[in-house]
C-alpha cells in the first residue's frame, strides 16, 4: 500500500486576505469553495486552491473562532512550496517584495529558501531547487535519527558541568 500527498488544510481568519494571497500574489487558482452551518459549532468556509500538479491546499475559517492559529513567533509548523530552480526562486523573492511580504532567506545545504507568512500568520517556504523525491526508505535517514536520538541521552556540557559539581 502506498500513498501519496492529496491536500493541506489549515484554519484562517482572514477571508478576503486570504483569498487576495493564494490567488493574486501567489496565483493559485481558487477551484472549490463550500460553506456550512456547523463545524466545532461555528458557521465555516472552505477555500480550495489547487497546484500546478492538481494537489491542493484547503484554507477553512469559522466565523468568531478565536483560537491561537499556532505558536507565537515559531517557524515551525510550516509548509513548503518548490521553484523549479534558482532562478525562478529569485522571481518569487521580487514578486513577494512587490507584494510588501516580508521575506526571510535561508540556505540548506544545495537549497535556497524564502520563509513568509500570509496573511492569517502561517508560515510558508519556497524552496529550490525542489527537495530529492525517493519512494524507497533511506539508510543514511535512520542514520541521521539515530544519531540524533543517542546524542539526545547525552548530558549537555552544562548539565555534565552541574553533575560534576
Known sequence: MSLSFDHLALPIRDVEGTLAFYNGVLGLPLVDAMSGDDWGGRPWLMMVFEFDDGRHIALVARRGDRRPLGPEGLDLPHFAFSAPDK????????????????????????????????PNGIMIEITAPPSPRSARDAPEAHAAVDSWLRQAKRPTPKAARRERD
Not at 535561508?106 to 507568512?117: C, I, K, M, N, P
Open 87 to 118: 532562478r525562478a526562486l529569485a522571481a518569487w523573492e521580487k514578486k513577494l517584495a512587490k507584494a510588501k511580504v516580508e521575506v526571510t532567506v535561508e540556505t540548506h545545504g544545495a537549497q535556497r529558501s524564502l520563509y513568509f507568512q500570509d
